[in-house]
């Protein structure tokens, strides 16, 4: 694959990353089925993915990787923890009945299918963090600070001066 054709494929990735931890959650708060099961923890979950797609959008828009770097130990967190608690915790909300095996296994899918996801994240973080490093770490400075490059003279008054 070709560098150019890469790019897009992760901003793509990351487009559509952003657009369904934002969407997805909020369609399973809001459009509701009468016969389906929201537990407490699915709603923490739910605030806690459009919080993290929230953090990518905004990462995303101002180029700044300090948000990008955030929502990835974020949703590593999640993507590790997640299928764990829901596979020991199958629903523990009130009106909540212990979900079926199809759904489980379309859960773990998700969540296996989000590693992927996440690389092409963390690779658009390294495209963010390589645009916003300086131009020139090792240029010497114009500053009268002393550095090891400068050498120090005496001036009339017998205190060094640096060059």
């Known amino acids: 694959m ?11 990735v990351v487009y559509y990353v952003i657009f369904s931890n934002i969407l997805l959650p909020m369609l399973l708060l809001f459009i509701n089925d ?12 739910s605030i806690v993915w459009i919080v993290s797609g929230i953090l990518l959008l905004i990462g995303t828009l101002q180029g700044k990787e300090k948000y990008i770097r955030i929502y ?13 608690y829901w596979a020991v915790y199958p629903g523990d909300g009130v009106f909540c009945e212990k979900r079926n095996t ?12 989000m590693w992927p ?3 092409c994240i963390y690779l658009f973080y390294k495209q963010v963090a390589k645009v916003n490093e300086p131009a020139d770490l090792h240029t ?20 060094k001066e640096v060059v």
């Open 2 to 12: 070709t560098k150019n054709w890469c790019d897009r494929c992760v901003k793509l």
């Open 34 to 45: 009468p016969n389906s099961c929201i537990s407490f923890s699915d709603i923490l979950t």
């Open 72 to 84: 990835v130990m974020l949703t590593t967190v999640c993507l590790l923890v997640g299928p764990v």
């Open 102 to 113: 199809i759904t489980m296994i379309l859960l773990v899918l998700y969540f296996i299918m």
């Open 117 to 119: 996801f996440q690389y």
């Open 140 to 159: 010497p400075t114009q500053s009268n600070e002393d550095s090891p490059l400068q050498t120090p003279k005496n001036d009339r008054r017998g205190q």
